[in-house]
């Protein structure tokens, strides 16, 4: 298949580089990223939609995703598909369909989970909003890419489960942090409270699969200088998405609201930015009160 991919950073360079290896033709456009092995530079946004059957986006937010939207659309192929896979907010999603739509092209919102390592290996999860028939001509992509795409609903359902996903994840991170830094203080190991907790009804992917605290669990960022993983600076991007979304649909999410205020604090005023969305344990334990 001809695909146009916009956005080859962290995670666009490695998912444009598998379709490639998969044997699809892939030009790619960034405004500073080199193109991966296998895949051809364009010299603009337009160039690489030109005669594609498929366009994917990977770009950093919403307002980006509908200006290079502006300039895919009007050349992009009758019946062809504009796929986003960056995390934006509900209503960029929706009007960048609408867009498409209106210029008679198939448009899906489909954003991942797996980070960097699963866009590599090619083992994302998407999450996908739009019709069926976009669906359908973009799943063998998706296969590709990853292991496992849901299709949510219509237009804005693949980000509304991306953000819904995200902040239950960020909640239950600091609710981690907090119980493992409380342990320490109360003189219970940390290796003592996973083990308990890891079968126990306090269970989660927090816990289970990603435990903040060092040297516990599977291997994980705490294990490794909190070096990202999943930086906490993205982890606030996707709880204030959550927050607008929250607003805009007048839904009362009280512990989302508390999850984006910490780590908003964490990122902009204490030393969060850089570091793994799981250094909020060490955070909690040096600011018992902060
Ligand atoms: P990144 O900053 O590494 O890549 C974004 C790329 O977009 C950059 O290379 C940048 O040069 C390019 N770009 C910006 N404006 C452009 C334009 N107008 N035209 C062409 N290219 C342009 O970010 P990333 O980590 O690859 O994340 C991309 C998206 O995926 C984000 O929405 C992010 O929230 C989401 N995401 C990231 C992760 C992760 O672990 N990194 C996980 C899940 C989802």
Same mark, same amino acid.
């Given at each position: 298949m001809k695909i146009g991919f916009i956005g080859l950073g962290n995670m666009g360079g490695p998912m444009a580089a598998n379709l490639a290896k998969a044997g699809h033709e892939v030009m790619g456009f960034d405004l500073a990223a080199a193109p991966p092995e296998g895949v051809q530079r364009a010299a603009s946004a337009a160039e690489a939609a030109t005669g594609a059957a498929v366009v994917i986006t990977m770009l950093p937010n919403g307002a980006i995703l509908r200006a290079v939207a502006g300039e895919l659309i009007p050349a992009m192929a009758p019946g062809a598909v504009l796929c986003d896979c960056s995390t934006v907010d509900v209503e960029s999603a929706r009007a960048v369909a609408e867009m498409a739509a209106a210029a008679g092209l198939g448009a899906l919102d489909a954003p991942v989970s797996g980070g960097v390592g699963g866009a590599s290996a090619g083992t994302l999860t998407f999450m996908v909003g739009g019709t069926d028939a976009a669906f359908a001509t973009v799943l063998p992509l998706f296969e590709v890419m990853g292991q496992k795409a849901v299709?949510?609903?219509?237009?804005?359902a693949g980000q509304a489960a991306k953000i819904c996903n995200n902040m239950i994840l960020g909640v239950t991170m600091i609710a981690t942090c907090e119980a493992f830094a409380l342990a320490e203080k109360l003189g219970l190991e940390a290796q003592k409270l996973f083990d308990v907790v890891s079968t126990s009804s306090g269970s989660s992917w927090s816990v289970?699969?990603?435990?903040?605290?060092?040297?516990?669990?599977?291997?994980?960022p705490a294990d490794n $200088?909190?070096?990202?993983? #999943?930086?906490a600076e993205l982890m606030l991007k996707d709880l204030r998405l959550s927050q607008q979304a929250a607003a805009g649909a007048d839904a009362d999410t009280p512990m989302g609201a508390l999850a984006a205020e910490l780590y908003g604090r964490f990122v902009e005023?204490?030393? $969060?930015?850089?570091?793994? #969305?799981?250094a909020m344990l060490p955070r909690l334990a040096a600011r018992p009160h902060g």
């Open positions: 299709h949510c609903g219509a237009a804005g289970n699969a990603y435990c903040p605290a060092p040297g516990v669990g599977p291997s994980s $200088g909190y070096k990202p993983g #999943f930086a005023e204490e030393d $969060g930015r850089g570091r793994d #969305f799981s």
